[in-house]
């Protein structure tokens, strides 16, 4: 072998993760082969398309002619090399990570750092232990792809409720992670819900917290999905991507017949998803071409009794409140006694009655 490199423990994610990458797509034209003692099973299936990856075995020599090591070098006595050549690769700030890097050792004779802070920072470290070193700059190797576009889909739902398409929602999510993981596409879908625990397992979506409004993402998005069982009425979610001149994916609902929806707004997906790769297929391969949708004016005006309104906001007045038992009133430091009295905002009052209620009641 002519050139090793040695990283301790291959993670499912990181930046020197990326360097072996990175070096092994740009130089598997040279002879290189990957050594470790433990590896993230995707991470050596990728790095396996151009190097050779090989784990190691305790006491078993590795000839080289170049070996290259990462963060560690305790597999250093196993190495032979031809040529002489042992050298330290530095990918990081020791001293913020509060790691000693073991350069010391006899056989290091070649020092690298992935920039000049990094060259900067093991030179230092060395000084500090009397060693005078040159650590020379090598930069990570980076090639980009060319851009592609990432398809991002949203919905707001409750996800664990059937009537809202859930089971659906899954299927959808199966076949979209097939067609990339066969034709190398990618998509992010966001779904806002209050579901407790999904069970949707894909590294392509992402279960977000619930938002009281939600549009600005919608207008962000390239298509929406609402999934629901023929239960819609109105469906502000569809009506909110469609003022926003965004693409829509949903069931065919019956009240899409009564709204003015361009065709080529909304792709329906059947109730049972018989058609399903069809889905698929719309949304990588067909052109979202841009469309104008009105949305249908409301006439409430028409029936609500008009006159002047006489509320007053809620928040400007002034509520008492009695203590039940002796506690710290986080929001003025007071050791509140039982029974004292006290006046509070609106909002306070909400605060103490939905958060300690047991300590409290309005007068």
């Known amino acids: 072998m002519k050139n090793i490199f040695y990283f301790k423990h291959i993670c499912a ?33 990728r790095l396996s398309q151009y190097v050779r990856c090989r784990k190691y075995i305790p006491g078993r020599k590795i000839y080289c002619d170049r070996a290259f090591l990462n963060f560690n070098i305790d597999i250093i006595d196993d190495i032979e090399s031809s040529e002489n050549y042992y050298a330290f690769v530095a990918h990081a700030n020791f001293a913020e990570l509060g790691y000693k890097p073991p350069i010391q050792h006899l056989k290091l004779n070649h020092f690298f750092g992935v920039s000049p802070f990094a060259c900067e920072k093991l030179e230092l470290y060395a000084k500090m232990l009397g060693m005078d070193i040159k650590c020379d700059l090598l930069f990570n190797p980076l090639s980009l792809e060319p851009k592609e576009k990432v398809m991002h889909l949203l919905s707001a739902c409750r996800l664990e409720d059937e009537v809202k398409g859930g089971k659906r929602t899954k299927k959808l999510v199966q076949a979209l992670d097939e067609y990339c993981e066969i034709t190398g596409r990618h998509y992010r879908w966001d779904i806002y819900t209050n579901s407790v625990k999904s069970e949707i397992e894909s590294k392509n979506v992402a279960i977000m ?13 390239d298509i929406v999905l609402q999934l629901s069982n023929d239960m819609e009425t109105y469906c502000y979610t569809l009506n909110e991507a469609w003022g926003y001149g965004v693409h829509t994916i949903s069931t065919p609902l019956t009240v899409l017949n009564d709204l003015p929806v361009p065709k080529e707004a909304n792709f329906i997906l059947k109730y049972d998803c018989s058609n399903i790769n069809d889905v698929v297929r719309h949304i990588f391969e067909d052109d979202l071409k841009p469309f104008k949708y009105e949305i249908p004016q409301s006439s409430w005006d028409k029936v609500l009794k008009k006159g002047k309104a006489d509320y007053k906001e809620e928040v400007n007045e002034i509520y008492k409140v009695r203590a039940k038992k002796k506690f710290i009133d986080i929001e003025t430091g007071a050791h509140r006694q039982p029974e004292e009295e006290w006046e509070v905002t609106y909002y306070r009052l909400q605060e103490l009655l939905n958060n300690e209620n047991d300590l409290i009641e309005q007068i």
Do not use: C, M, S
């Open 209 to 221: 917290k619930p938002r009281v409004d939600v549009r600005p993402y919608i207008a962000d998005a």
């Open 13 to 45: 994610i990181g930046g020197t993760e990326q360097f072996l990458y990175e070096i092994a797509k740009a130089y598997n034209d040279f002879d290189i082969t990957i050594y470790y003692k433990k590896a993230d099973p995707f991470q050596l299936k």
